[in-house]
């Protein structure tokens, strides 16, 4: 539930950019910058989050974060300026931020107990969540309610969902309760290896993700002569795709491994969008990003597990940072991608810009190799750590 809020949050107040434009009365270039405010929000407090659900426990920050979100996010309904587009939707960054972070880590803590991976369901849970937002956005649009009224409604919605499960929310121990670091905690987080490969395999994901909800319809629109309309499907399609593959993640990272369903993961989604680009017929594009979609379903939530892992302490605590970590740089990807595929395109075309994409997302095989054995190889240090003492 705390997963499809969040994506629902994004859902609702992106589709409305065309409002907020037309009620601040701001071009492309003055909307631009107001929303890389949301995303550099998103950035700062995901390098933050870590060190605060150390000390506060997960539930009270996900709580807090969330009744941020329900503050902000009528705040930027009611923009009058760029400015203040700009500071509020910076305000609901950091909020969603906190709140990614946070989510992420009490997954982890209750993939720890089931003993089972199942980040993969809960990251269904907000693809889930975003269609439901971005569903609603579009019949509040076709009734002609402004973001103002239409931001209200969906987080009265989101406050009544939120109270129905807080009480069962995973709390997660301050750190001041929990048993000393292991020696792998213990390491700067710049210095483990492990990490900078997870957060390898989250950024190259963020990348291609971020790619295909930016350029897939404009890739269609303008080198394959598809409509506006019809085009906005190839985004549509790789969102199903990955909603639905991330329904069926938990069972093939339990049935496969980490490892071989990312490796898998790459493979698709590298072939997908590759596709896409150099085929020069929509049919194949549309089958391209609903195979980009599938393989990439299961790239973040698996790489924030293992990052939880990589983090977990001789009492089942810890991870937080690492989390953190992880999902700051990834947010890179969302922030510093769109741009420079747009510069890519620029200089060449958007076909040469998805075949880079493309071999992005195949980065992610590679990667996701290394980063098991440094995993693997962290937690039999950890073991005869413990051993000895």
């Given at each position: 539930?705390?997963?499809?809020?969040?994506?629902?949050?994004?859902g609702?107040?992106?589709?409305?950019?065309?409002?907020?434009?037309?009620?601040?009365?701001?071009?492309?270039?003055?909307?631009?910058?107001?929303l890389?405010?949301?995303?550099?929000?998103?950035?700062?407090?995901?390098?933050?989050s870590?060190?605060?659900?150390?000390?506060?426990?997960?539930?009270v920050?996900?709580?807090a974060?969330?009744?941020?979100v329900?503050?902000?996010?009528?705040?930027?309904?009611?923009?009058?300026?760029?400015?203040?587009?700009?500071?509020?939707?910076?305000?609901?960054?950091?909020?969603?931020?906190?709140?990614?972070?946070?989510?992420n880590?009490?997954?982890?803590?209750?993939?720890?107990?089931?003993?089972?991976?199942?980040?993969?369901?809960?990251?269904?849970?907000?693809?889930?969540?975003?269609?439901?937002?971005?569903?609603?956005?579009?019949?509040?649009?076709?009734?002609?309610?402004?973001?103002?009224?239409?931001?209200?409604?969906?987080?009265?919605?989101?406050?009544?969902?939120l109270?129905?499960?807080?009480?069962?929310?995973?709390g997660?121990?301050?750190?001041?309760?929990?048993?000393?670091?292991?020696?792998?905690?213990?390491?700067?987080?710049?210095?483990r290896?492990?990490?900078?490969?997870?957060?390898a395999?989250?950024?190259?994901?963020?990348?291609?993700?971020?790619?295909?909800?930016?350029?897939?319809?404009l890739?269609?629109?303008?080198?394959?002569?598809?409509?506006?309309?019809?085009?906005?499907?190839?985004?549509?399609g790789?969102?199903?795709?990955?909603?639905?593959?991330?329904?069926?993640?938990?069972?093939?990272?339990?049935?496969?491994?980490?490892?071989?369903?990312?490796?898998?993961?790459?493979?698709?989604?590298?072939?997908?969008?590759?596709?896409?680009?150099?085929?020069?017929m929509?049919?194949?594009?549309?089958?391209?990003f609903l195979?980009?979609?599938?393989?990439?379903?299961?790239?973040f939530p698996?790489?924030?597990?293992?990052a939880?892992?990589?983090?977990?302490?001789?009492?089942?605590?810890?991870?937080?940072?690492?989390?953190?970590?992880?999902t700051?740089i990834?947010?890179?990807?969302?922030l510093?991608?769109?741009?420079?595929?747009?510069?890519?395109?620029?200089l060449?075309?958007?076909?040469?810009?998805?075949?880079?994409?493309?071999?992005?997302a195949?980065?992610?095989?590679?990667?996701?190799?290394?980063?098991?054995?440094?995993?693997?190889?962290?937690r039999?240090?950890?073991?005869?750590?413990?051993?000895?003492?």
């Amino acid at each position: 539930m705390v997963f499809a809020f969040n994506g629902a949050t994004l859902g609702s107040w992106a589709p409305r950019t065309p409002a907020l434009s037309e009620q601040i009365g701001a071009g492309p270039g003055p909307l631009g910058l107001a929303l890389l405010a949301a995303s550099v929000g998103m950035l700062i407090a995901a390098g933050l989050s870590g060190r605060i659900v150390e000390r506060a426990g997960a539930r009270v920050v996900i709580v807090a974060s969330a009744l941020a979100v329900c503050l902000v996010l009528p705040l930027v309904g009611s923009a009058q300026s760029v400015l203040w587009l700009a500071v509020a939707l910076f305000g609901l960054g950091a909020s969603a931020g906190v709140l990614d972070v946070s989510m992420n880590i009490a997954g982890v803590a209750v993939e720890r107990a089931e003993g089972k991976p199942i980040m993969p369901l809960f990251h269904a849970g907000f693809s889930f969540g975003a269609l439901a937002g971005s569903g609603g956005a579009a019949l509040a649009a076709s009734a002609g309610w402004s973001p103002l009224r239409h931001f209200t409604v969906a987080v009265v919605v989101g406050a009544v969902m939120l109270a129905t499960v807080v009480r069962v929310l995973p709390g997660i121990a301050p750190r001041s309760e929990r048993a000393s670091d292991s020696p792998a905690a213990a390491t700067p987080l710049a210095r483990r290896p492990a990490l900078w490969l997870l957060a390898a395999i989250a950024l190259c994901s963020a990348i291609a993700e971020g790619a295909s909800s930016d350029w897939s319809a404009l890739l269609l629109v303008n080198e394959q002569g598809v409509s506006e309309g019809a085009a906005a499907l190839a985004y549509a399609g790789f969102s199903l795709a990955m909603a639905f593959a991330r329904l069926a993640g938990s069972w093939t990272q339990a049935r496969f491994g980490s490892a071989k369903v990312l490796v898998a993961g790459a493979a698709c989604a590298g072939t997908g969008l590759v596709a896409a680009a150099v085929a020069g017929m929509p049919a194949v594009s549309y089958a391209g990003f609903l195979l980009a979609g599938a393989g990439l379903a299961a790239c973040f939530p698996i790489a924030l597990g293992l990052a939880g892992e990589a983090g977990k302490r001789s009492d089942d605590s810890g991870g937080e940072r690492e989390v953190a970590f992880v999902t700051a740089i990834a947010y890179t990807g969302f922030l510093a991608g769109p741009p420079v595929i747009g510069g890519i395109a620029q200089l060449t075309s958007l076909s040469v810009s998805f075949i880079v994409v493309g071999l992005v997302a195949a980065v992610i095989a590679p990667a996701s190799v290394a980063a098991s054995r440094f995993v693997a190889k962290e937690r039999a240090t950890r073991a005869s750590a413990h051993a000895v003492r």
